[in-house]
């Protein structure tokens, strides 16, 4: 990716093209967790990270089971989606540093194999939390466990990781729906939702 730096744009300079050298480089080598890549954001995130950063060194996307789906069925229809073609073609090689991994942040632990939570400890350095439900009628109970329990528990993961750069949370519709203006940073609180 040396050459990126003497590419121009479709302006003719080379603006945003340092930015996205830099972006690379900060992937470069890392190890990523990704919740919710089957679901809208989480899919594009994925085909970013892997077009634009194909020196990442492992990318694990946790995926629930279906009843009538496995986990290795729903990743052959999630990397069969036309939006990875253009990956295909250009780096196929790229997919396979792409694992998914039986899990639910709606379950204590993710509901993580012991051997599987080891291996993301050791090999993580950045987690991207996408896994929500958007259902405007999910029962309260469900929705406070997926939204609100898992990302709690996403983030003791997180806290367990041996070698951390960074996580990013997005959050579902209506987050601080209190406040006129939501800005990038963490708010705290001193609620904690209800067992």
């Keep these: 990716m040396d050459t990126i730096n003497k590419q121009t744009n479709e302006n003719g300079t080379n ?47 946790l995926i629930r089971p279906k009843t009538n789906e496995t986990i290795e069925q729903r990743f052959k229809k999630l990397i069969d989606d036309p939006i990875y073609d253009n990956i295909k073609a250009k780096h196929p090689s790229v997919l396979s540093k792409v694992y998914p991994m039986k899990g639910d942040v709606s379950l204590p632990d993710l509901g993580l194999l012991r051997e599987d939570r080891n291996l993301l400890l050791e090999k993580v350095n950045i987690v991207f939390h996408v896994a929500a439900t958007v259902r ?39 987050s601080n729906a209190n406040l006129r203006e939501i800005e990038e940073k963490v708010y705290t609180t001193s609620l904690k939702p209800p067992d």
Excluded at 23 to 44: C, H, M, R
Excluded at 150 to 160: F, K, T
């Design 15 to 61: 603006e945003g093209l340092n930015k996205t050298n830099s972006l690379e480089k900060f992937y470069a080598g890392n190890g990523i967790l990704l919740t919710g890549a089957t679901g809208f954001v989480g899919k594009a995130l994925l085909e970013k990270l892997i077009r634009m950063c194909p020196r990442i060194a492992d990318i694990f996307i």
């Design 136 to 174: 405007f009628n999910e029962p309260l109970h469900v929705a406070v466990n997926v939204n609100t329990k898992g990302a709690a528990r996403v983030i003791e993961l997180w806290n367990e990781l041996r070698h951390p750069i960074s996580f990013v949370h997005v959050s579902t519709a209506f």
